[in-house]
């Protein structure tokens, strides 16, 4: 964890002032601090279910709004098989796809997300992939692990 700790400082430390009162950052460490403090998130189920805020999404999952889907756990199996070297066959670990906004993609990622935190697993939530990879690009030289 203190890797991406270290990552998400760099990342943040170089974003613009108007993206910091947004509070859009690039990435967001999931972890059990993370999960622990969904709860202090303010949403109802209208914003959850209408994908209003990324904060709603998370708090939805935390008053268990979400339905449990089919896939969920061959998703988290083979995250987890993807960790463990003997099992790895393949370099892409899942693919989820939909039918287009609100088939439910985000929520069932951000709920593997939660549960694998549970079994001690790192995230690296990227938040926003276009801030992300430009950051990366603008600190190439700053990022060592």
Known sequence: M???KKIHTILE???SEEIKQKKEFAVSIIDNYFKNNMKNMIADKF???????????????HKNWDLERSVQNKIETQIQDSLDK?????KV????YGSGG???KSILLRRVAINLVQEGV???WLNNANSFFLSILQNV???KI
Not at 47 to 61: A, I, M, N, P, V
Not at 86 to 90: I, V
Request: aromatic share 16%; glycine share 8%.
């Open 2 to 4: 203190k890797n991406f």
């Open 13 to 15: 430390s170089n974003f």
């Open 47 to 61: 914003e959850f279910y209408t994908s209003k805020t990324r904060d709603s999404q998370w708090y939805g999952l």
């Open 86 to 90: 003997d099992k790895l066959k393949s």
């Open 93 to 96: 670990v899942s693919v989820v």
């Open 102 to 104: 609100g088939s439910g």
């Open 122 to 124: 790192e995230i690296l």
């Open 141 to 143: 030289n700053l990022i």
